[in-house]
């Protein structure tokens, strides 16, 4: 993507070879120092975006990219398929992972269990663990020297450093040492006092800290992969082929080939192929999808209509005004790449720390090394002491850290309905202090719903929602659905119905029963000359304030009752709200609903702030605006509107109940599309965010408290091992504990 403006360009890299957030931030300031240029690279989404003076094209970019240590090139066009979509490097990882798996577990088996330690086992274990950590351990190797060449040290340093003096040093114990020997045996004991070096294997430690951290990674690059999956979603929800009028014939072609001034046919049930011009024809068109407007809009010659909206009524015929990339979708699928882009990059806090930890190891291993010589010791011994620092330094129950709390976390998440898409999401939830949540199909049920019926003198309830319901049985438009659907539930079947006339706009007409019955606008009564009981005006005007929509009844020339019709709330959304309010958050509604609806919805769940009549390109302005306040944002939404402003959110959350694009788009996905799973989904990530964090803690302090005995040359491999091992199982037990987790729908916690 290469977009001119005036003397600069922006352009748009697609970034290959970070491993860490620390990446990002060096090419981003190596891309800086050149002359003119201003670059934001995201760790996340693997994408630069770059706006640098017209004269240096993107090939001068890349360049100085690949001297930095990494790769770079132009996005390829939008894959069309998942198939094509497939990711080549998270296959290699994947693969990785497996081989060291199948690997490391027997390494790690015979290292703790004395018992097993056949003779020359050892031999063995260093067959099974040189592969571990030179194959599947080389993209650590490979971005430790990367880092090195830039004097910086993150986590990868550390894994190398350690898992290649482990296997370093127990190559030297049992080709030079005396480990090889026939019958060597790790004893079960924890003994502290200097032992001799070239008498033990650290095989264990290289293989385990490998798996571990490979698996860690693994599960963060999946994640991380489902950030074009939004786009995608959003694309893929236009028209595929469309009937279009060329040469006097109607002929159908792929939407993608129609052009502007193309006219072509949309049927009822058929979704409009592109934004464009109504031609011929009347009908409601269903915008939910694109605009959130729950009630379906009345389209006729002249009016516009956008593409992926779907033709809910009667025949159209559409003149094309836009086309390709000039569409509203496709400019909302922009407004979405340009959120995700946009995102601060969280920096991972286990490279946070090892970019102290790591020099400071290093260098307590020197002056170990030094002191040890400087002291008079022999050569083995100070190397020895040295090494062990290496290994101890190197925390096995780091690797485990973040993924075993995610896997119980987004485990239990699952079982609660709440799906968590990665590690970078749990920072946003405990900054989160304002919520703001999309009304139509998150806080309402997102369906037009009979709520009322209203009737004249002598008429009863039952007559009008029985006659009026058999009418609109026969009509296709939504609301005339939802009243057939209320009279069916009542009543079971209905009357059938003769001479049906539908008016483009204005109502229907029929006779039902003998009786000649008409349902509508109250334009229609007054084509009949039928005059409107003042009573039911008042409760006309009454629903229509509050933002409902009424629905005239009459028969026999005169006015019988008013069915009110509206999106109705769900039932769970007040306590929800009450919910959002005890974890001590502002809670917002936005909607694209005109006010007076929003309104009438806000107070009935107890919201105080309304944002109403919005566009999707608004709604990211709504949510950027409360962020420029210094707000953390979280977002609550389930439609195709929703994607850009859930993208744009500190933390944005879907209902599963509503589009792909959504919950693309979003941080977390609430399956049951029950708002309460939202306040479950923010009190889980925070108390999961917690557990991560205290499991780096130990994670570093049980390796952190036996450096000082393997400087002193106090450190024999069982200790070593039961190091590891105490700190992984401390940390397994501790992202265990996320399994009591319980949701908050009946209580707040």
């Keep these: 993507m290469n977009l ?90 994947r693969g990785r992972l497996v081989g060291s798996i199948v690997l490391s577990v027997p390494v790690i088996i015979l290292a703790m269990v004395p018992a097993w330690q056949f003779t020359y086992w050892q031999w063995l274990s260093l067959t099974l663990a040189a592969p571990v950590v030179v194959w599947a351990a080389w993209p650590f190797h490979r971005a430790a020297f990367t880092n090195l060449r830039h004097g910086a040290a993150t986590m990868d340093t550390l894994i190398s450093v350690g898992t290649s003096a482990a296997l370093l040093w127990s190559v030297y114990a049992l080709f030079f040492g005396t480990a090889g020997m026939p019958g060597m045996k790790h004893p079960f004991e924890f003994t502290i006092a200097p032992s001799d070096g070239a008498s033990n294997i650290y095989l264990e430690v290289a293989a385990g800290v490998t798996m571990f951290v490979l698996a860690g990674r693994y599960f963060e690059k999946r994640s991380k992969r489902q950030a074009g999956a939004a786009l995608r979603a959003l694309l893929e929800l236009g028209a595929k082929d469309v009937a279009v009028r060329r040469s006097g014939n109607e002929i159908r072609i ?51 209509v956008v593409g992926a909206t779907v033709n809910a009524g009667g025949r159209l015929v559409v003149r094309a005004t836009q086309v390709g990339s000039d569409t509203q979708l496709s400019q909302m699928a922009r407004l979405v790449e340009d959120a995700q882009s946009g995102k601060a990059e969280v920096q991972r806090l286990a490279d946070t720390v090892s970019g102290v930890f790591v020099p400071i190891v290093i260098g307590i291993a020197l002056v170990t090394l030094v002191v040890w010589l400087g002291l008079g010791f022999p050569a083995s011994a100070a190397f020895t002491a040295a090494v062990a620092v290496l290994i101890i330094a190197c925390p096995c129950a780091l690797g485990l850290a ?170 769970a959304s007040a306590e929800a709200v009450g919910q959002f309010t005890a974890l001590g958050l502002a809670t917002v509604l936005l909607t694209g609903d005109n006010r007076a609806v929003a309104e009438q919805v806000a107070a009935q769940v107890g919201i105080e702030r309304v944002i109403a009549e919005v566009l999707p390109h608004d709604k990211v302005d709504v949510i950027t605006r409360l962020q420029s306040e210094g707000r953390v944002v979280a977002m609550v939404g389930d439609g195709v509107n929703d994607a850009a402003a859930l993208a744009q959110a500190d933390l944005g959350l879907a209902m599963g109940t509503g589009t792909d694009a959504a919950m693309q788009a979003a941080d977390i996905t609430l399956v049951r599309g029950d708002l309460r799973a939202a306040a479950d989904a923010i009190r889980l990530a925070r108390k999961t965010l917690r557990t991560i964090k205290a499991n780096l803690f130990w994670a570093f302090a049980y390796n952190v408290a036996a450096i000082p005995l393997a400087a002193f040359g106090l450190l024999n491999p069982m200790l070593a091992g039961a190091a590891m091992a105490v700190s992984s199982v401390f940390v397994v037990g501790n992202s265990l504990r996320l399994r009591r987790f319980r949701s908050g729908a009946r209580a707040y916690s």
């Excluded at 001119?4 to 190596?30: F, N, P, Q, Y």
């Excluded at 989404?45 to 001068?60: F, H, I, N, Q, Y």
């Excluded at 993608?256 to 011929?280: S, W």
């Excluded at 008429?459 to 609109?472: I, K, Q, S």
């Design 4 to 93: 001119v403006t005036g003397t600069t360009a922006d352009v748009e890299l697609e970034i290959g070879g970070m491993t860490c957030a620390s990446c990002a931030m060096r090419i981003e300031k190596k891309l800086n120092k050149l002359d003119g240029v201003s670059a934001t690279v995201n760790y996340a989404t693997e994408k630069a975006r770059v706006r640098a003076p017209s004269g240096l094209g993107p090939d001068a970019l890349i360049l100085e990219i690949e001297k930095t240590g990494y790769t770079a090139m132009l996005p390829a066009s939008m894959p069309e398929t998942a198939a094509e979509a497939a990711d080549p490097e998270l296959a290699t990882l």
């Design 254 to 304: 792929p939407a993608a080939e129609l052009v502007v001034g193309d006219e072509f046919v949309i049927r009822p049930g058929e979704k409009i192929a592109t934004d464009g011009v109504v031609v011929e024809g009347e009908s409601a068109v269903d915008t939910s999808l694109l605009t959130g407007e729950s009630v379906p809009i009345e389209v006729t010659i002249g009016d516009p």
């Design 402 to 571: 973040t993924p075993t709390a995610l896997l119980v976390g987004t485990g239990r998440g699952a079982q609660l309905g709440v799906l968590i898409s990665g590690p970078e999401v749990l920072e946003s939830t405990r900054r989160v202090d304002t919520i703001v949540l999309d009304k139509t199909g998150t806080v309402t049920t997102g369906r037009m719903t009979l709520v009322e019926v209203v009737t004249a003198h002598g008429t009863t309830e039952d007559e009008v929602l029985r006659l009026a319901g058999a009418l609109e049985d026969a009509s296709e438009h939504p609301i005339a659905v939802a009243i057939a659907q209320a009279a069916a539930g009542r009543f079971g079947a209905l009357p059938d119905v003769d001479a049906f006339t539908s008016i483009g706009g204005t109502g229907v007409h029929g006779v039902v029963a003998g009786r000649l019955v008409l349902a509508g606008r109250e334009a229609l009564l007054a084509e009949w000359s039928i005059t409107v009981d003042p009573m039911l005006a008042v409760a006309k005007a009454k629903a229509e304030k509050a933002g409902r929509t009424a629905v005239m009844v009459a028969w026999e020339g005169t006015a019988r009752g008013v069915l009110i019709v509206a999106d109705a709330v769900k039932g």
